[in-house]
């Protein structure tokens, strides 16, 4: 409880108070603010670095620190000075808002994301729905500001952005069902409490091979990346940003990225449960980065697959996986198998 | 695939699947039978979903 300042002498003893309060940390350090923004940054660097390694190349190298480390933060500078070109006739403020829109989605998860017992900023009873409220929203945001750019590749990547993540949306969620049977409860720091014994990853591997392929469909990373398909489309929906908007919107996929990847940590791989000589949160990052890791991965060694096939791969395999799972995942419980874990 | 199928199958298993969250998380609460109603409701969906893929796997709808 923070006490309001009556006097002059108050106002320092308030502001360090709430300075030092949980809220304010785990709203602006750990796991907000501050933390996003640099792990965004951080997923930059790393994904050209480890493509590099793969692809025999050294990478980032320059920008100081081991490994050229600060080399977003020398993009991010550079982006921030260029020229912001505005297609003709391009619907302004869609175009200038929408990225910071995307920014929003991008972070707003992590609300209801626990990155250890204690470290949630809003422990929200129905947090795995308003994880999926919010990244439902984010195609919606793509086709808009596709629109908004008046310009036909962006249109068609928009499209293409659109009816994939629509197509892998409902797997996604009916493979989380699992985890939601298993655990009994939506709230993401109950479903990481009931893996204490056991991983969900073990009792719903079916269900985490389809959710990690809906997640790289989602994130419209390789071999699911036709919305940005480059030899067909420049850069799909997002050709015609630059500067500061291009940033906006490459940290929006990023968070999203980490988001997806953290969530995927919370509901299969046990979040914050692992071997006590380190802190819980770190457990979270430490599996959160292997998740990232095996989704950045694919981009180096699989081609791009055609569109007809990801439609068809989402709605006639996937969804059927997801729903067949769901009788497996009854079939498991009600066999009594997981009574020695606990579910 | 064509907007259709796509569209029907979308709007079905998007409600189905908040659907199946209210269920899935008080299934070891309800009794057996109520659960069983709740398959029998995913059986019957295999209909809706058997016609959607059946227009889209048509090879002139793709």
């Given amino acids: 409880m923070v006490n309001v300042p009556t006097t002059p002498a108050d106002i320092l003893p308030f502001i360090i108070s709430i300075i030092t309060s949980h809220t304010f940390i785990t709203l602006v350090i750990f796991p907000g603010m501050i933390h996003l923004m640099l792990a965004s940054a951080f997923l930059t660097w790393y994904e050209r670095k480890l493509l590099a390694r793969i692809q025999l190349r050294i990478g980032p190298l320059y920008a100081g620190g081991p490994g050229g480390i600060l080399q977003p933060v020398a993009d991010g500078v550079k982006l921030i000075f260029k020229e912001v070109i505005i297609p003709y006739k391009a619907d302004r403020t869609l175009f200038t808002w929408i990225p910071l829109v995307l920014i929003f989605l991008g972070t707003l998860p992590f609300a209801v994301i626990p990155f250890g017992m204690n470290w949630v900023i809003a422990n929200l009873d129905v947090g795995l729905v308003f994880v999926f409220a919010t990244t439902s929203v984010f195609p919606s945001m793509i086709i808009i500001f596709a629109w908004a750019s008046n310009s036909k590749y962006p249109f068609i990547g928009g499209l293409r952005s659109l009816f994939q993540q629509v197509a892998y949306e409902i797997p996604m969620w009916i493979s989380a069902l699992s985890v939601v049977m298993l655990a009994g409860s939506l709230n993401l720091v109950d479903i990481v409490k009931a893996q204490s014994k056991i991983w969900f990853i073990i009792p719903a591997f079916l269900s985490f091979i389809v959710f990690f392929i809906c997640i790289m469909a989602e994130l419209e990373r390789l071999p699911f990346d036709l919305p940005e398909a480059e030899p067909e489309l420049v850069a799909g929906w997002y050709t015609e940003a630059s500067g500061a908007i291009f940033m906006a919107l490459f940290l929006a996929l990023y968070l999203k990225l980490y988001m997806m990847s953290t969530l995927t940590t919370v509901l299969f791989l046990g979040g914050w449960w692992g071997p006590s000589f380190l802190p819980q949160p770190v457990w979270t990052i430490i599996k959160t980065m292997a998740v990232a890791t095996a989704i950045i991965i694919p981009r180096a060694i699989y081609p791009r697959i055609r569109v007809d096939m990801l439609i068809k791969i989402g709605w006639t395999r996937l969804l059927i996986i997801a729903l067949a799972n769901v009788f497996i995942t009854l079939l498991v419980i009600n066999s009594g198998v997981l009574s020695a874990w606990g579910l | ?62």
């Fill in chain 2, 1 to 62: 695939m064509q907007y259709y199928p796509y569209v029907l199958m979308f709007v079905v298993f998007d409600v189905v699947g908040m659907f199946l969250f209210a269920w899935g998380i008080s299934f070891r609460a309800i009794p057996a039978a109520d659960s069983l109603m709740v398959l029998l409701f995913l059986i019957l969906l295999g209909a809706p979903l058997g016609f959607a893929l059946r227009l889209a796997l048509r090879r002139e709808n793709w």
